[in-house]
T-cell receptor, first 115, second 116 residues
Framework: DTGVSQDPRHKITKRGQNVTFRCDPISEHNRLYWYRQTLGQGPEFLTYFQNEAQLEKSRLLSDRFSAERPKGSFSTLEIQRTEQGDSAMYLC?????????????FGPGTRLLVL | AQKVTQAQTEISVVEKEDVTLDCVYETRDTTYYLFWYKQPPSGELVFLIRRNSFDEQNEISGRYSWNFQKSTSSFNFTITASQVVDSAVYFCALSEVSGGYNKLIFGAGTRLAVHP
């Protein structure tokens, strides 16, 4: 079984630019989560998809952030007009459609640096 | 509010020492799950264990063991005979079921350094 994959692994951008990250979950996992992790902290929840529906967005997700999962498979997270405070590791996780407490399996993350 | 506290920011041990990582949680839910994840330098969070709130039996997996005590709201993790490959950041997490899905609340992590 292939794990969760994320692309790119690293991204350096200038303030004000737009960036987009991609997450491919484990096949047949219908639940997909995005988290953000800043230096020295644990991951913080950003948003959740069940199939193609985005069911929850954290208040951490400002208007500059948008996430999609158009066909219920891969997901994208876009940040518009990046700010230095957006520098973080963006982690994607997926879980199978068994019950609400199913384990989330994480990808390797995309490390974003905004200059 | 749901909260996870990992009071130990960094722990340094010499190989073959036993080490315990502490985790204390707060929740009003009667049904919840607790998790431990390992984050090596590569960055990927590796799942180690999941434990539900109704099962207080300790669990052992090789050199790893977990002690869940509901009375003290703790879910501690012990590595026996530590090895250099155990060096990583370890996160304890609590599930918060909201709207039919499982949102994880993480602690700040404990960085473990195992020296040869």
């Amino acid at each position: 079984d292939t794990g969760v994959s994320q692309d790119p692994r690293h991204k350096i951008t200038k303030r004000g630019q737009n960036v987009t990250f991609r997450c491919d979950p484990i096949s047949e996992h219908n639940r997909l989560y995005w988290y953000r992790q800043t230096l020295g902290q644990g991951p913080e929840f950003l948003t959740y998809f069940q199939n193609e529906a985005q069911l929850e967005k954290s208040r951490l997700l400002s208007d500059r952030f948008s996430a999609e999962r158009p066909k219920g498979s891969f997901s994208t997270l876009e940040i518009q007009r990046t700010e230095q405070g957006d520098s973080a590791m963006y982690l994607c996780a997926s879980s199978p459609p068994k019950d609400n407490f199913e384990t989330q399996y994480f990808g390797p993350g995309t490390r974003l640096l905004v200059l | 509010a749901q909260k996870v506290t990992q009071a130990q920011t960094e722990i340094s041990v010499v190989e073959k020492e036993d080490v315990t990582l502490d985790c204390v949680y707060e929740t009003r839910d009667t049904t919840y799950y607790l998790f431990w994840y390992k984050q090596p330098p590569s960055g990927e969070l590796v799942f180690l264990i999941r434990r539900n709130s109704f099962d207080e039996q300790n669990e052992i997996s090789g050199r790893y063991s977990w002690n869940f005590q509901k009375s003290t709201s703790s879910f501690n993790f012990t590595i026996t005979a530590s090895q250099v490959v155990d060096s990583a950041v370890y996160f304890c997490a609590l599930s918060e079921v909201s709207g039919g899905y499982n949102k994880l609340i993480f602690g700040a992590g404990t960085r473990l350094a195992v020296h040869p």
